[in-house]
């Protein structure tokens, strides 16, 4: 008798995300979504990733057109596609008028009024793509409130479609801070029943989230770091959510994001002057010169034997920004040196820059977004500050981490899980952290931080422990390959 004819698994999942590198960008989630893509690849799965051809974006070749209609509105969606070499999917979704913009989300800091039209296009677009294309796909991965509408058609308007019907779907909480909330009249603008405004569904106190939806319509939800997935079902850091992620407490996971080990290894970096690692560091030198040249710092032997603190980061008070300010007479009377890359509230960025005036030797800041010059300060910076009220993940810090550079951080979500403090007996400490979100608790930090670096052995030491530290996307891809395992079981099996 011949054997049976083993059926292959369907391990194809349909990733939806509003900004994916190298396309678009503004924060931790593009990073993930250009890393994790391929790291699934390597796990033997099919990945598609759908998101928006936003202005400036040439990649791709046009490959169809289909209208889509949402509400009232009909859109020519042009699908623009490119394999990535290693064989993730990309398409791109071309609606001219409502990505082809200035920026991805807001225009002078207020968010552009279409943006849940914009982003429920992305979603069922995604969707339709999918479906027109007759093949079921075992998995739907929808990233943060941009895409969280994804499970909400799949269980509305698409519940009984042939190909889509009952697909599982995994959402991911990038940040909870951003919620998708928008009037409840755009429910019907969205095709969406009036059923859905209400607290068991996508209310939220008079208005309508989409992250919400996602929240009570994905079969799992993850969030990425294991210390946030328990901070948000708390009071101090649920925005309001608590209650609805304790409801889901059971579906809930935390997997820590990895980081793109190729573009960010000190070893092998473009950006520069000359590699490292971790059995010689001469190369980090090179590179705090260069850092303290393209600040107008002179390298001289008073500024380079002092640690060089850096931040890259977006200067709001979620990332601790307003710790700083409270901090800022203090910053220059340590003997120590900072140089500050972002951009963010207008305050905090003048804030800065007068520190910069004032202090022209010990204090550097850019104002802008400068990839190239963020790879360039996790070289030459010797520590790196991250004070964040609440932090997800974070990312700085774990390619901090990989140059050599000592992390500064409080003990929160991400940078709970990544770094470990420094005391005189723990051979795995990587950084210095501390508690309490507390001016006091930070200058402390900073502190014992120049102690240390003023001790080169523990620092040496310090460094080390870090540089060995894997967090590349392999390991969290296991995690989430689990995850889309439990949701197909937990949606009925394979189908
Ligand atoms: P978040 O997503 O909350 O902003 P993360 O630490 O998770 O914070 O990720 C931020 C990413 O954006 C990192 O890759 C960081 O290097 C980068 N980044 C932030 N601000 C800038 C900037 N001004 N220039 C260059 N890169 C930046």
Known sequence: MPAPARVRPNRSVLMIASEALPYSKTGGLADVLGALP??????????????????GVAAGRLSERFTLAIGAH??????????????????????????DREALYTIGNVDYPDNPRRFALLSRAALEWAGRRGQRIAVVHAHDWQAGLAPVYLRTSLASHPILGGTPTVFTIHNLAYQGLFEPDWLPRLDLPWDLFSVERMEFWGRISFLKGAINDSTIITTVSRTYAREIQTREFGCGFEGILQRRAGDLVGILNGIDVTSWDPANDPHLPQPFDA????????AKVAVLSRYGIEADDETLGRPLIGMISRMVDQKGLDLIAANAAHLPEL????????????GYES?????AQQYPRRVGVKVGFDEGLAHLIEAGAD???????????????????RYGTVPIVRAVGGLADTVTDWTPRRRSATGIVFEEYAPEALLEALKRAIALYRQPAKWRALQKAGMKLDYSWDRSAREYVKMYDRAIKQAGGMR
Do not use: H
Not at 74 to 95: K, S, T
Not at 336 to 346: E, K, N, P, Q, R
């Open 38 to 55: 391929s790291a699934l690849v390597r796990l033997g799965w099919q990945v598609t990733l759908v998101t928006p051809r936003y202005r």
């Open 74 to 99: 009909a859109f020519d969606v042009g699908v623009y596609e490119e394999a990535w070499p290693d064989g993730v999917r990309v398409v791109l979704l071309d609606v001219p008028e409502l990505f």
């Open 279 to 286: 059995n010689d560091l001469a190369g980090k030198r090179a």
């Open 335 to 346: 003997d120590a040196s900072f140089v500050i890359l972002g951009t963010g509230d207008a």
């Open 351 to 355: 804030m800065w820059s007068r520190l």
């Open 383 to 401: 520590a790196f500050m991250m004070p964040s009220r609440f932090e997800p993940c974070g990312l700085n810090q774990m390619y901090s981490l």
